[in-house]
């Protein structure tokens, strides 16, 4: 998807509606959704490929344009006539964030459309080699049911780890991953249950819960303010937030998975992962709009929260 902006100064109320009025002296547009993924990752000097749809339109185009000029492939890239290509075009006054308007089609894809992106998924795994494979969803139609078994599978036969960021409605579709790595908001929508995330024992419990549940290995689960909660077969952590300016949140949990995900691919453990996740997204929410991390800062931010 693209993330627009459009930043302006606010100095007045419409005199139409109680609301205010934005004058726009900058526009932009960047790479968003799976491809701020491929961005972050690519900032830590590992390489992407995204899989994923496009409309056959104008935006469509434009993120081609985007990738290319951030020089990720677009080997995995489909492109489907009559469907929209993802856009939140985000206003901005004062570095506030005053408005989000999404131009998007969520309905699921096709059997056959589907099997368009598992094509070019296969061409990618025979071509070239794959250290780690993301299922980053955003409920916008392209990951389905089909989609989601056929990559498993494949991923356990060629033994490549699957690092999963969910959403709601496939939330427990995800079987035998090796990172399933909820929010909270996440991990109670998925398994309809309330609980307080304070309450240690009670988020040890749905947690060991959910991990039963979708039979993974790893469970890490994004606290906000809270920190990092990560459990797996042998010991659970808990990994305190650290304190931030925190000036936009969008995209943070985007980093998160991003820094998980190549950890594992370069052979980390889990808990170093998902403490290395949670330094990273803090450091985005410091800047305003989504943004790809920056490697060299959370090097000096690990060194610092060294223990």
């Avoid at 726009?24 to 491809?35: H, I, M, Q, T, Y």
């Avoid at 992106?117 to 070239?128: D, G, N, P, S, Y």
């Amino acid at each position: 998807m693209i993330d627009a902006y459009l930043w302006g100064k606010v100095d007045r109320i419409s005199p139409e509606a109680p609301v205010p009025i934005v004058s726009v002296n900058k526009k932009e547009s960047r790479l968003g959704g799976a491809a701020n993924v491929a961005l972050n990752i690519k900032s830590l000097n590992a390489q992407p490929i995204i899989c994923a749809i496009v409309g056959d339109d104008t935006e469509g185009e434009e993120f081609m344009s985007l990738l290319a000029k951030e020089n990720i492939s677009n080997v995995g890239i489909v492109k489907l006539h009559h469907r929209q290509t993802t856009v939140k075009t985000r206003v901005i006054g004062h570095n506030q964030q005053i408005l989000r308007i999404d131009a998007e089609t969520d309905l699921e894809i096709s059997s056959l459309e589907t099997n368009l992106v598992l094509k070019k998924f296969h061409q990618i795994l025979a071509e070239t080699e794959i250290h780690a494979i993301i299922f980053e969803d955003y409920d916008k139609g392209l990951i389905t049911n089909q989609l989601i078994d056929a990559v498993i599978a494949i991923a356990k036969e060629k033994k490549i780890p699957v690092i999963v960021d969910p959403k709601k409605r496939n939330f427990l579709a995800y079987k035998n991953v090796d990172v399933f790595k909820p929010n909270l908001k996440e991990l109670k929508e998925g398994l309809k249950i309330d609980f307080d995330p304070k309450n240690l024992p009670d988020l040890q419990n749905v947690v060991t819960l959910l991990k039963e549940k979708i039979k993974a290995k790893n469970i890490i689960v994004t606290l906000s303010e809270l920190g990092v909660y990560a459990l797996n077969d042998v010991k659970d952590q808990l990994t305190p937030a650290y304190i931030r300016t925190v000036a936009d949140v969008s995209g943070a949990g985007d980093t998160v998975i991003s820094v998980v995900a190549t950890c594992i691919a370069a052979g980390a453990d889990i808990f170093t992962a998902a403490k290395l996740g949670n330094l990273a997204g803090g450091l985005v929410c410091e800047k305003v709009g989504v943004v790809p991390l920056n490697k060299d800062l959370l090097l000096i931010e690990a060194l610092k929260n060294h223990d």
